[in-house]
């Protein structure tokens, strides 16, 4: 049988919803889209690198003839409350590590076409490999490139998680490219609460909230108060997306989670230790950037959200060993006005020099 098809039929036995096929070309159409914001500073250190390497797979693998393109929906219709007290999670980083789960699933379809094509060898990765997911996922048909720069697909939407098979052998025919199908839609472009989507497929990476949420060190206060609500991640332009409204759902029951999962209590973040933080997120996606990121994440929300909880959870944390929960903790006390600056101004007289040029700096 084709190779393309024993592919498809073993993908679809394993539970992968999604797939399309393209050549090993450099996929040049999103190299001016790339470039462009590579110019304008809109690149963060997260997804910083060089073009010509990003968007061609022979420059990494030699022997690449083709590449198969795998989306999995990760969408579940949760309904949680979100208290003043808890902070939020994206969908992106519920459930199991989707980067475990998608190579998983990659190894499982790769063994079946192994028994038929034992000559086969083949590269995979998931989000985090050296080529652009979203730019051979469109090549491959997977979906269309959105306005907001994701992915999206009529069927299920843009909460997919995606995943590249590069493969040693050519493939008897590939998959078309999706035009776009934003239209005159800019919902998510007018969505986004810090103006990170400049306009249609102009994103400015350094002011998106779910970048801010995994950015390390000190945050200024714009910053602060623009992630708002979020502990990690950030779904507004995907909520708002029509073709998310009618999605399909997953299917994979690895990426369901619990309401605690979803929307936790700041004291509970807050009072994480080490072995508590490390049984919390073993296998899971959001715990990468380590525990006191989230922490302080946690510290800001408490003066994003002016409760007297939260007002008591800061008076603990002022007294942290780390600087930077210090620092943010004092920040967050200033948003509660009169009380809040009595109580930075009896602590910060015992910091150091250097904490007192960095609380004046972000402040």
């Known amino acids: 049988m084709d190779l393309k098809d024993d592919i498809m039929i073993a993908a679809k036995d394993i539970g992968i919803d999604m797939i399309g096929f393209t050549d090993s070309v450099s996929k040049d159409f999103f190299v001016p889209i790339y470039e462009d914001r590579k110019s304008k ?62 190579h998983e699933k990659i ?45 999206i697909s009529p069927d299920y939407g843009s909460f997919v998680f995606l995943g590249q098979v590069l493969l040693n052998k050519e493939l008897s025919e590939k998959s078309t490219p999706l035009e776009s199908m934003c239209g005159h839609c800019d919902l998510c472009i007018n969505a986004c609460p ?33 992630i708002g609500q979020s ?20 299917k994979e029951g690895k990426f369901k989670a619990d309401c605690k999962d979803i929307a936790p209590e700041l004291e509970y973040i807050l009072n994480m230790d080490n072995k508590t933080y490390s049984e919390y997120f073993k296998g899971t996606s959001s715990g990468w950037r380590g525990k006191r990121t989230l922490q302080r994440n946690a510290v800001i929300l408490c003066g994003n959200i002016l409760l007297e909880n939260n007002f008591t959870l800061l008076l603990q ?14 920040f967050s006390l200033l948003e509660y006005g009169a009380r809040g600056e009595k109580t930075v101004e009896e602590h910060i007289q015992a910091e150091s020099c250097d904490f007192m040029d960095k609380f004046n700096r972000y402040r």
Not at 73 to 101: I, M, N
Not at 203 to 223: A, V
């Open 41 to 102: 500073g809109c690149l963060v250190l997260l997804d910083s690198v060089d073009s010509k390497e990003w968007f061609s797979p022979k420059a990494h693998w030699d022997l690449c003839k083709s590449v198969v393109s795998i989306g999995v929906p990760y969408r579940w219709e949760e309904e949680c409350e979100l208290g003043g007290t808890q902070g939020l999670f994206a969908r992106v980083s519920r459930g199991v590590d989707y980067h475990k789960v998608l």
């Open 107 to 151: 190894k499982q379809m790769m063994e079946r076409v192994k028994k038929y094509h034992p000559d086969i060898d083949y590269k995979a990765y998931v989000d985090n490999g050296p080529v652009s997911d979203r730019a051979f996922a469109w090549a491959a048909g997977v979906g269309f490139y959105g306005k907001n720069g994701f992915i």
């Open 194 to 226: 810090v103006d990170a989507l400049k306009g249609p497929f102009r994103f400015d990476g350094n002011k998106c909230i779910s970048y801010l949420t995994q950015k390390k060190g000190i945050l200024n206060r714009q910053e602060r108060k623009a």
């Open 231 to 250: 502990l990690y991640g950030c779904d507004i332009c995907q909520d708002v997306c029509p073709f998310n409204k009618e999605a399909k759902l997953s």
């Open 317 to 330: 944390c002022i007294h942290d060993q780390r600087e930077e929960i210090r620092i943010h903790a004092m």
